[in-house]
């Protein structure tokens, strides 16, 4: 017999891996991240809604959750299996909204708590006319579980009426999805109409790659075909590795019509029964609360390496993304510190201003100059940087995160920074030269301003300005003008710098933002290591 160990230590571990799995995210749109978020979700489900829950209290009651697909006529069954109409059945589609569950009055502090679906709200009041007559203030009647007794179900079985798994409304599927994740027992309903569809079939297959403890039922069968359906329904299951699955039929009946009725006890009495010795067995119920635990136990060993590969892929895309940055930017830098060092800044009005000067051009309109065209070399590489950018993560799916696309929706926002430090090193450059002005042992002190004027013209004009170092050492001495052209150097590629690393860090901030990091991967394969050294 399958035995559940519930070792406090097993429980730490797997504790551990519901943190790390919940840890994991899959923000960049790689092909396979929507099936890893999926897998995610799925997986945190069952470890949140079941496992856990099951480990922890493996007295609790069974719970078997009734699923499957529109129409197939899951309300009218869990209302024929209790006795009375406890879940709303009719001819709309869809008609279940607010999940259902019901149990023996003995069990329900099992499910009034959150020991499971712990962010579904709970409701047990008696059922009104109206679904949201029940609803707290505000609560939203996809997020909310309905609780009902019932005597007529034995104490250690409780079943739960789920949404349509391919209902038209999105939250529905996917509380569908979610009630499944919490079942001990997978009740999956179809109908003669409808076995061989695609999404009973999907449910099906899901529970057997869980391992989970399965029952179907082919529900409103007319009774002229019901060998024959019944016979071509087993050989499909017995094609898919399911032939040893419990398997009821459920005729069509006139209770049946329109959804409004409860079936004769006869039509459910076989499955009631299935249900009743889990319940009341030891040994069965054990059986089928085991099963299905060691099921997603064992699935682990293949979705949890799956989730560190897209983990994986994530953090490679990402790389790929920050190192086109740092390559676009780091050859702007580059040749930025060229274009400096050849004198490009001394060009156009600038070199116009220059020769001009002191006759026909002040030394505010020099610096100004000068500003303006170191200003414009700035911007143009960092533009070229970002068309680099551009063209590189083009190429790159992971590129189309949102945000990522347009960082700086703003045109004049860049050029508006990078004035801003240029502006900001012109002041302190005219601070320093104000410094070694007012430190000469002299009767007529030049003027500070033309003293800035010369050293920026120097620092910045490269051969074309050779007059400017002679014009400053003129007026400040040779070992006054080399400290000012060395002070004033190092404040400029200090502030090359920082326009260059801010321009770069502001372009990798949305990706930053994303938080993909290599970790996850390593801590996902550790965490699957830890539990399985722990089984």
């Given at each position: 017999?399958?035995?559940?160990?519930?070792?406090?230590?097993?429980?730490?571990a797997?504790?551990?891996?519901?943190?790390?799995v919940?840890?994991a995210?899959?923000?960049l749109p790689?092909p396979?991240?929507?099936?890893?978020?999926?897998?995610r979700?799925?997986?945190?489900?069952?470890?949140?809604?079941?496992?856990?829950?099951?480990?922890?209290?493996?007295?609790?009651?069974?719970?078997?959750?009734?699923?499957?697909?529109?129409?197939?006529?899951?309300?009218?069954?869990v209302?024929?299996?209790?006795?009375?109409?406890?879940s709303?059945?009719?001819?709309?589609?869809p008609?279940?909204?607010?999940?259902?569950?019901v149990?023996?009055?003995?069990?329900?502090?099992?499910f009034?708590?959150?020991r499971v679906?712990?962010?579904?709200?709970?409701?047990?009041?008696?059922r009104?006319?109206?679904?949201?007559?029940?609803l707290?203030?505000?609560?939203?009647?996809a997020?909310?579980?309905?609780?009902?007794?019932a005597e007529?179900l034995p104490p250690?079985?409780?079943?739960?009426?789920?949404?349509?798994?391919d209902?038209?409304i999105?939250?529905?599927r996917?509380?569908?999805?979610?009630?499944?994740?919490?079942?001990?027992?997978?009740?999956?309903?179809?109908?003669a109409a409808?076995?061989?569809?695609?999404?009973?079939?999907?449910?099906?297959r899901t529970?057997?790659?869980?391992?989970?403890?399965?029952?179907?039922v082919?529900d409103?069968v007319?009774?002229?075909v019901?060998?024959?359906?019944?016979?071509?329904?087993?050989?499909?299951?017995?094609?898919?590795?399911?032939?040893?699955v419990?398997?009821f039929?459920?005729?069509?009946?006139p209770e049946?019509?329109?959804?409004?009725?409860?079936?004769?006890?006869?039509?459910?009495?076989?499955?009631?029964?299935w249900?009743?010795?889990r319940a009341?067995?030891l040994?069965?119920?054990?059986?089928a609360?085991?099963?299905?635990?060691?099921?997603?136990?064992?699935?682990?060993?293949?979705?949890?390496?799956e989730?560190a590969?897209?983990?994986?892929?994530?953090?490679?895309a990402?790389?790929?993304?920050?190192t086109?940055?740092d390559?676009?930017?780091?050859g702007?830098?580059?040749?930025?510190r060229?274009r400096?060092?050849?004198?490009?800044?001394?060009?156009?009005?600038?070199?116009k201003?220059?020769?001009?000067f002191p006759?026909?051009?002040?030394?505010?309109?020099?610096?100004d100059?000068?500003?303006?065209?170191?200003?414009?070399?700035l911007l143009?590489?960092?533009?070229?940087?970002?068309e680099?950018?551009?063209?590189?993560w083009?190429?790159?799916?992971?590129?189309?995160?949102p945000?990522l696309?347009?960082?700086?929706?703003?045109?004049?926002?860049?050029?508006?920074r990078i004035g801003m430090?240029?502006?900001?090193?012109r002041r302190?450059?005219?601070?320093?030269?104000?410094?070694?002005?007012r430190?000469?042992?002299?009767?007529?002190?030049?003027?500070p301003?033309?003293?800035?004027?010369?050293?920026?013209?120097?620092l910045?004009?490269?051969?074309?300005a050779?007059?400017?170092?002679?014009?400053l050492?003129?007026r400040?001495?040779?070992?006054?003008?080399l400290?000012?052209?060395?002070?004033?150097?190092?404040?400029?590629?200090?502030?090359v710098?920082l326009?260059?690393?801010?321009e770069?860090?502001?372009r990798?901030?949305?990706?930053?933002?994303?938080?993909?990091?290599?970790?996850?991967?390593?801590?996902?394969?550790?965490?699957?290591s830890?539990?399985q050294?722990e089984?």
């Amino acid at each position: 017999m399958v035995t559940l160990d519930v070792r406090p230590q097993l429980l730490d571990a797997l504790s551990a891996l519901r943190d790390r799995v919940a840890a994991a995210r899959f923000p960049l749109p790689l092909p396979g991240a929507p099936r890893a978020r999926a897998n995610r979700d799925e997986l945190l489900a069952q470890l949140d809604d079941y496992l856990v829950p099951r480990l922890r209290d493996p007295e609790a009651p069974l719970l078997a959750v009734v699923g499957g697909s529109t129409g197939a006529g899951k309300s009218t069954l869990v209302n024929s299996l209790v006795g009375r109409r406890v879940s709303e059945a009719g001819v709309l589609r869809p008609t279940t909204r607010t999940p259902v569950l019901v149990c023996h009055p003995e069990d329900h502090h099992w499910f009034s708590g959150m020991r499971v679906l712990p962010d579904l709200a709970r409701v047990w009041t008696p059922r009104r006319e109206a679904d949201d007559d029940l609803l707290p203030p505000g609560e939203d009647p996809a997020r909310v579980l309905r609780i009902e007794t019932a005597e007529s179900l034995p104490p250690g079985v409780a079943l739960l009426d789920a949404p349509d798994i391919d209902s038209l409304i999105a939250d529905n599927r996917v509380l569908a999805a979610e009630l499944l994740c919490a079942a001990d027992i997978w009740v999956m309903v179809t109908t003669a109409a409808r076995y061989a569809d695609a999404v009973p079939w999907h449910l099906l297959r899901t529970a057997k790659e869980y391992d989970a403890t399965l029952v179907t039922v082919l529900d409103r069968v007319p009774h002229q075909v019901v060998t024959e359906v019944s016979r071509r329904y087993g050989a499909l299951l017995t094609k898919a590795g399911l032939g040893d699955v419990p398997r009821f039929t459920v005729p069509e009946l006139p209770e049946s019509a329109w959804g409004g009725g409860l079936l004769p006890a006869t039509a459910v009495a076989p499955l009631r029964a299935w249900l009743v010795h889990r319940a009341q067995d030891l040994g069965a119920r054990h059986h089928a609360m085991a099963r299905t635990a060691h099921g997603v136990l064992d699935s682990l060993g293949a979705r949890m390496p799956e989730l560190a590969g897209a983990s994986a892929a994530q953090y490679a895309a990402a790389l790929r993304l920050t190192t086109a940055v740092d390559e676009a930017y780091d050859g702007e830098h580059a040749r930025v510190r060229g274009r400096l060092k050849a004198g490009a800044v001394l060009a156009g009005d600038a070199l116009k201003r220059w020769r001009a000067f002191p006759l026909d051009c002040s030394p505010a309109e020099l610096l100004d100059s000068l500003v303006e065209s170191l200003t414009a070399l700035l911007l143009c590489s960092v533009t070229a940087a970002d068309e680099r950018v551009d063209a590189a993560w083009r190429r790159e799916p992971a590129a189309g995160a949102p945000g990522l696309e347009d960082p700086d929706p703003e045109p004049d926002t860049a050029e508006h920074r990078i004035g801003m430090a240029v502006r900001r090193w012109r002041r302190e450059l005219e601070e320093y030269a104000e410094e070694e002005a007012r430190g000469l042992d002299r009767a007529v002190a030049p003027e500070p301003e033309t003293v800035a004027a010369l050293v920026a013209t120097a620092l910045l004009g490269g051969r074309r300005a050779r007059g400017a170092g002679e014009g400053l050492a003129e007026r400040l001495g040779a070992h006054g003008a080399l400290r000012l052209r060395d002070r004033g150097g190092r404040l400029l590629a200090e502030q090359v710098d920082l326009v260059v690393h801010t321009e770069r860090e502001r372009r990798l901030a949305p990706l930053d933002a994303l938080d993909v990091h290599p970790e996850p991967q390593a801590e996902l394969i550790a965490a699957l290591s830890v539990l399985q050294k722990e089984r």
